[in-house]
């Protein structure tokens, strides 16, 4: 459930108009946040679920999760760092499997491969923070989308950023404004290796 979509559902609920301000509140972030977030198509989770439940006195999680709901069962790289800054390398290949509500994941397909891996670093933020689970649907040749968040392979380094493509260039973005973008373009371009976009991502509790 994006940021938007939760607005909508408590105003409904409430029987009346709630605002970004007031959804800032509940989560405990700013209205910036808020609209930076719901700009970005920005997910929300189900610890945030949970503060939002609290603060409205709602019950949302009960019809979100429910006995109906489809399972699916993921690959999680436990010692695998993704960086949401200057790069990180992979540890190890270490992996468990997780249980994970396929309502979590945008655009879900069984037939589609996911994985989840953490992230490191704070250039991706408040969108993704140091320390969240990432979910990844993995690369199948697709052409890169607009805007969307990806994990890529760079000079050996793996990161977490938008990517945008245009002609014979890729531009990497960073939702932090304290990042500045970067082009990559030419023959560097087959130094980067997508390794998948990112549908979902799980918040660590504060």
Known sequence: MKLEELINLISERNGQAINQSMLAE????????????????????????????????????????????????????????????????????????????????????????????????????PTIDNGDKLIVEHWNGNQIQDNKIYVFCYNNEFFVKRLSKNLDEIIIKSDNPEYRSRTISGKSIIDLTLIGKIVATIKQLD
Do not use: H, W
Request: glycine share 4%; with cysteine.
């Open 26 to 125: 509940s989560l405990g972030i700013t209205r910036q946040t808020v609209s930076n977030r719901i700009k970005n198509e920005s997910e929300v989770t189900v610890s945030e679920l949970k503060r939002v439940e609290e603060f409205f006195k709602l019950n949302i999680l009960a019809t979100q999760t429910n006995d109906t709901q489809e399972i699916t069962y993921i690959d999680y790289y436990t010692d695998v760092f993704a960086s949401c800054g200057n790069g990180s390398i992979i540890f190890s290949s270490e992996k468990t499997k997780l249980p994970i509500s396929t309502s979590m994941i945008n655009g879900y397909s069984k037939n589609k491969l996911y994985s989840m891996i953490n992230a490191s670093g704070n250039s991706m933020s």
